[in-house]
């Protein structure tokens, strides 16, 4: 494995992750449960395609002053090949404890989703980072009522308009929407439990990555539009993407059905980035 540094465009979950020389690949410090559900994912293979990929695990000296092995789980990195990645973390589901969760820490992560909009609409913001501008951090996130989460995940969405165009931030809006969709789809099914799990968003603001993707004839007429493109092409793969993550509080289930929690706050999700094109 070659050399490892920090992560720069971490915006939510604990600390201590690291990128790989090459930028393909992260680790971080292992949770067991995190890892038992990357390695049952075969139960469904539908929800595996909404999962970075897993590359395993590895032993290392931590990289702080001690020398002592820490065991790692190693990652896809999500901001690989973006030129100008905004990055958004949304925690999806109100129930945040586990299934053992020891009752005062039950009673204190409801009180904490009943004073978040994660009671309230099942979902909330846990971190985002917006191309050249600081990390809105857990603080801010805390603050964020069932109000003003609808113009934090607009704000989101304002780099497209400013960097690149009012139409490539309407298209990556319908474009998460058909992802957020097509996950909905699989939970139908999926016997799972995701506690406190995210969904992470990523879109390049970079007008050159667009212009690629897109590209115009030199008088500023795009010579292919978004609604040009073919439904089985994945060329613009490279403009963004989504990925469920952290299931250190995740449970594959057999013969228990499916999450209405997480189900519910994916719909609302859908809500939200729908009333962003309706406004």
Not at 198 to 220: H, I, R, W
Request: negative net charge; contains cysteine; hydrophobic residues 35%.
């Amino acid at each position: 494995m070659g050399k490892t540094q920090e992560f720069q465009h971490q915006v939510a979950g604990h600390p201590g992750v690291l990128v790989v020389e090459g930028n393909e690949m992260i680790i971080k410090p292992l949770n067991t449960r995190e890892q038992q559900f990357y390695e049952g994912a075969n139960q469904c293979i539908d929800f595996k395609s909404f999962m970075p990929e897993y590359y395993g695990t590895l032993q290392r000296t931590a990289g702080d002053e001690s020398s002592d092995i820490k065991d790692f789980i190693c990652l896809e990195n999500l901001v690989h090949g973006f030129e100008k990645p905004c990055v958004i973390d949304i925690k999806i589901g109100s129930r945040l404890h586990d299934i053992d969760a020891p009752q005062e820490k039950l009673e204190r992560a409801e009180r904490k989703a009943q004073r978040t909009t994660s009671g309230k609409l099942g979902i909330v913001i846990t971190g985002m980072k917006q191309y050249g501008q600081p990390t809105m951090d857990r603080e801010w996130c805390r603050d964020l009522t069932e109000e003003t989460i609808v113009d934090a995940i607009a704000q989101y969405f304002s780099t497209a308009a400013e960097q690149v165009s009012a139409e490539y931030r309407d298209y990556l809006v319908w474009q998460f929407i058909t992802e957020v969709g097509e996950l909905l789809d699989v939970m139908q099914h999926a016997e799972c439990r995701m506690y406190s799990s995210s969904l992470l968003f990523v879109y390049d603001a970079s007008k050159s990555k667009y212009e690629q993707v897109f590209p115009s004839d030199g008088q500023g007429r795009k010579t292919r539009g978004f609604a040009d493109r073919d439904s089985d092409e994945h060329e613009d793969d490279s403009l963004l993407d989504m990925k469920a993550i952290d299931f250190a509080h995740s449970h594959w289930m057999p013969g228990q059905g499916r999450d209405e929690l997480y189900i519910a706050g994916l719909q609302k999700l859908i809500e939200v980035f729908q009333s962003l094109i309706e406004d």
